[in-house]
């Protein structure tokens, strides 16, 4: 790996992190001015870096959240469908490696893949969820892209950082004044970002289901948000009919085989997703107190309004 283009740098949360993390290990990196829907710009762009590998990942999930890409169709099948497969096959014509953040929110438990089973979805496994039109737009886009023999397809879902970014699922939920509990495959930035590079240097191709190995549920991970950010903190469930009433369009719920993953990545450390996560918020706890935000200063919006609360730190 000599020289790296990123795609989503300059304005995306996992693009960003990963412009940071080129330059921490010494990597040529730059972050692409092209937009990735526009062909002709993209390949004089290609052709002026040179680079040897591409991070793609630009995309659009929407604004506050996928609901956004309901009324948006279009201008969501130009960048997650068009966009995506112009970078990926105009990096194939030029032999430059291309890895895709992709998604894993492409399934939903099934007969075959029950809730608890312990039996994930492979990287074989057709795409069985088209309830928002967000992960239709990933499920068409998938099977065309591991056609390309110079691209790594990595299925993040939930991502989590050791911040509270707005971005990450961690602050989502807290945010949320109920949530519903279902185990999950999810991603642990630190941990998986950092493989993806050595994925991408190894010249791994093909479609990867990139998340911890293993499940957590919402509620356990509010539980460490509690016992490390916030001891006053609460939260309440409902179910996900509930949700649905809600929502503009319903939200993937599923279990993502690793064994793939871990095979290919023999050597990286990827801990399993409860030990990652109690990690991540021990980072985190640290990485607030380093900045000052806790104990005392913890945003007013992260104090949950339970019952028609005001949002304040409960009296102990």
């Known amino acids: 790996m000599t020289k790296v283009l990123i795609y989503g740098g300059k304005t995306g949360w996992i693009g960003g992190k990963m412009y940071t993390l080129c330059k921490e290990h010494g990597i040529e990196v730059y972050n692409a001015d092209s937009r ?13 870096i040179q680079p ?69 979805f492979t990287e074989e496994d057709k795409p069985n969820f088209t309830g928002s039109f967000y992960s239709e737009t990933k499920s068409y ?72 190995p293993g499940v957590i549920s919402h509620n356990q991970v509010l539980d460490l948000y509690k016992k490390y950010i916030d001891p006053d903190f609460q939260y309440s469930n409902f179910t996900i009919e509930e949700q649905n009433e809600i929502l503009k369009a319903p939200r993937s719920n599923n279990e993502l085989d690793t064994t793939k ?20 918020f021990q980072r985190m ?3 607030l107190e380093a900045e000052g935000i806790l104990p005392d200063n913890l945003p007013k919006e992260f104090k949950h309004k339970v019952h028609g609360g005001t949002g304040e730190s409960l009296k102990k």
Not at 38 to 47: G, I, Y
Request: glycine content about 6%; aromatic content about 6%; some cysteine.
């Open 141 to 212: 886009v998938e099977p065309l892209l591991k056609q390309y023999p110079t691209c790594m397809i990595l299925r993040v879902r939930m991502p989590i950082s050791d911040d509270l970014s707005s971005r990450s699922f961690v602050t989502k939920i807290a945010k949320y004044e109920k949530v519903v509990n279902i185990p999950n495959s999810m991603t642990v930035l630190t941990e998986l970002l950092p493989a993806s590079l050595k994925m991408a240097q190894k010249g791994l191709t093909g479609i990867y289901n990139f998340t911890n």
């Open 285 to 287: 706890k640290k990485n």
């Open 261 to 280: 993953l871990l095979r290919d990545t023999e050597g990286i450390e990827i801990n399993d997703i409860l030990t990652a996560m109690d990690l991540c």
């Open 52 to 120: 040897s590998h591409v991070l793609m990942s630009a995309g659009i999930t929407g604004r506050p959240n996928i609901d956004w890409c309901e009324d948006h169709r279009p201008e969501t099948i130009r960048t997650n469908v068009i966009g995506t497969l112009n970078v990926a096959d105009l990096c194939n014509e030029r032999g430059i490696h291309c890895t895709v953040y992709a998604t894993g929110c492409i399934y939903t438990y099934d007969a075959a893949h029950p809730l608890g089973s312990g039996i994930g």
């Open 36 to 48: 990735i829907e526009n062909r002709e710009a993209v390949a004089a762009e290609l052709d002026r």
